[in-house]
């Protein structure tokens, strides 16, 4: 029997490309990262201002996530922060932590965690009307407008009328600063997007929360809130708030996003934002006693669909994916 010659020898098939699998079950895992992570840091702020002052709760996550994001990002990044990019950073962060996140924080202290999430949905709402109404801005299509509609009557029915369906409306300050919060984080995410930025998006976002978490610790001391903090008196189910919302909100829920932002289009980015409060409504009512009443379960569906309508528009008529940026809770 001859022997077997290289060219003899049968060949094994060629191994299938594992590394399309592992991307695209990389991606699945993130966008469930995101999904579930950041739709959970509605309940665990809630938990946290339980005995957090709720600037000190919201400054202490997005500053120690910024001191350790920094010098890691700057190192692998190479880049050097310019002038005009710190100052990118600077206004953005106030924007989007102090006046978005710190609010949501506080508010949360009269508002139910669910609810919260609700309202914050409609900072894409707030997007494209910001976006209409600046120098050059284009009329959105009619499907987009109807979405408008919606989700300013949700809001209306979140607050009113009294005893609809036998249960009262939302704390009415509480619901105008979470307004307020979505507004200010789409004016912040507007600017940072058309002003110097790092190429790095996680550097970016290092110095938005250095910046962001500084600016709330220090208006915390303004506002008198380090009289109120009584390390003592704080309960281990907020400290471990204030952990969930350090590593698994910020610290993986941000590198999670950021990787979808690279290698998802931006209608499949913008899912998060009907997906979250869902997540937050359930989390709120199955962990946190809050109900579901008539009313939520109404202003639920008109909100989200009023989110549905404007994200799942053709791509020229939707935010870019790098502007569809995490609402003020989450963040």
């Known amino acids: 029997m001859p022997a077997e010659t290289p060219e003899t020898i049968p060949k094994a098939p060629p191994k299938a490309n594992a590394a399309p699998a592992r991307a695209s079950s990389l991606l699945l895992a993130s966008f469930a990262a995101v999904y579930i992570l950041w739709g959970a840091t509605f309940f665990a702020i809630r938990i946290g201002v339980e005995s957090f002052p709720p600037l000190v709760l919201a400054g202490l996550r997005h500053l120690s996530v910024g001191l350790v994001f920094y010098p890691v990002f700057r190192r692998a990044s190479g880049e050097k922060p310019t002038p005009g990019q710190w100052r990118t950073a600077i206004i953005s962060g106030v ?52 979405g408008l509609a919606l989700g300013f009557a949700g809001m209306a029915l ?40 790092p190429n790095s998006a996680m550097l970016g976002v290092a110095m938005q929360m250095i910046a962001g978490g500084t600016a709330l610790l220090a ?55 009907f997906v979250n409060p869902v997540v937050a409504l359930f989390l709120g009512w199955l962990l946190g006693g809050e109900a579901l009443t008539l009313r939520t379960i109404l202003a639920s569906a008109v909100i989200l669909t009023a989110v549905i309508l404007v994200i799942t528009m053709p791509h020229k008529n939707l935010i870019e994916a790098d502007e569809a940026i995490p609402a003020p809770g989450e963040a």
């Open 158 to 197: 979140l607050v009113g009328p009294k005893h609809l369906g036998g249960a009262e409306r939302v704390n009415p300050l509480g619901a105008f600063a979470l307004v307020l919060a979505s507004l200010a984080w789409a004016i912040g995410s507007i600017y940072s997007k058309h002003h110097p930025i």
């Open 219 to 273: 208006v915390a001391g303004i506002s008198g809130e380090y009289r109120e903090l009584h390390l003592a008196q704080i309960t281990l189910r907020s400290w471990l708030a204030l952990g969930y919302l350090t590593v698994f909100g910020s610290a993986l829920g941000f590198s999670a996003y950021i990787y979808i932002l690279k290698h998802g289009t931006a209608a499949h980015v913008a899912t998060y934002a």
């Open 95 to 146: 924007l989007l932590l102090l006046c978005g996140n710190g609010t949501v924080s506080w508010a949360e202290k009269v508002v139910p965690s669910g609810i919260a999430a609700l309202l914050v949905a409609t900072v894409t709402l707030w997007m494209v009307l910001l976006d209409w109404f600046r120098p050059g801005g284009s009329r959105p299509a009619p499907r987009v407008l109807a």
